[in-house]
T-cell receptor, first 114, second 115 residues
Framework: DPKIIQKPKYLVAVTGSEKILICEQY?????MYWYRQSAKKPLEFMFSYSYQKLMDNQTASSRFQPQSSKKNHLDLQITALKPDDSATYFCASSQDRGGPDTQYFGPGTRLLVL | AQSVTQPDARVTVSEGASLQLRCKYS??????LFWYVQYPRQGLQLLLK??????VVQGVNGFEAEFIKSNSSFHLRKASVHWSDSAVYFCAVRPVNTGNYKYVFGAGTRLKVIA
């Protein structure tokens, strides 16, 4: 059974619209993360959460807003979508934020903005 | 700020041959070091990690890596590759005890194993 679920798998959106990417982890982890991977850039760290609290934000744009309704959920809301937002977005989790804890990655949501 | 360089974007090796994928990092201290693998249409999976002790760490599927502090390197090795090793490999670093928990990934090396 998948331990980190990301929904949807694929997403097509129009410029200017808003989408929410869903992430749920069933590993009992306390820390969750979002990454972005595009053809132009390597895997890029976006956010980290620990016990549902935002700890790190490396995203310059306020159009990207993480939302944690439960400890094992970390959704990503993206508003005013642009074609440059097209990428695969990966959710990850680890036992805790500190230490050399292994990060486990979900399968990703592939977003295409037209 | 830390950074990771994987100088080889693509590597092609024959099945059964040995493999080395290079990784160099830039960081003033000793970071935590990781190698991840990404198969097509999948998320990243951890191969191995280093955080202290023996500089040669063993990972899954016969992979190992050696931390050489003097060279700021953490190259990945495998004695004999299999066609199923074809994937993209990422090296990553994370600072230790700085309050900065951000992982930094290299650009990745795409490995193709041919018959």
């Amino acid at each position: 059974d998948p331990k980190i679920i990301q929904k949807p798998k694929y997403l097509v959106a129009v410029t200017g619209s808003e989408k929410i990417l869903i992430c749920e982890q069933y590993l009992g982890h306390n820390a969750m993360y979002w990454y972005r991977q595009s053809a132009k850039k390597p895997l890029e760290f976006m956010f980290s959460y620990s016990y549902q609290k935002l700890m790190d934000n490396q995203t310059a744009s306020s159009r990207f807003q993480p939302q944690s309704s439960k400890k094992n959920h970390l959704d990503l809301q993206i508003t005013a979508l642009k074609p440059d937002d097209s990428a695969t977005y990966f959710c990850a989790s680890s036992q805790d934020r500190g230490g050399p804890d292994t990060q486990y990655f979900g399968p990703g949501t592939r977003l295409l903005v037209l | 700020a830390q950074s990771v360089t994987q100088p080889d974007a693509r590597v092609t090796v024959s099945e059964g041959a040995s493999l080395q994928l290079r990784c160099k990092y830039s960081y003033s201290g000793t970071p935590y070091l990781f190698w991840y693998v990404q198969y097509p249409r999948q998320g990243l999976q951890l191969l191995l990690k280093y955080y202290s002790g023996d500089p040669v760490v063993q990972g899954v599927n016969g992979f190992e890596a050696e931390f050489i502090k003097s060279n700021s390197s953490f190259h990945l090795r495998k004695a004999s590759v299999h066609w199923s090793d074809s994937a993209v490999y990422f090296c990553a670093v994370r600072p230790v005890n700085t309050g900065n928990y951000k992982y930094v990934f290299g650009a990745g090396t795409r490995l193709k194993v041919i018959a």
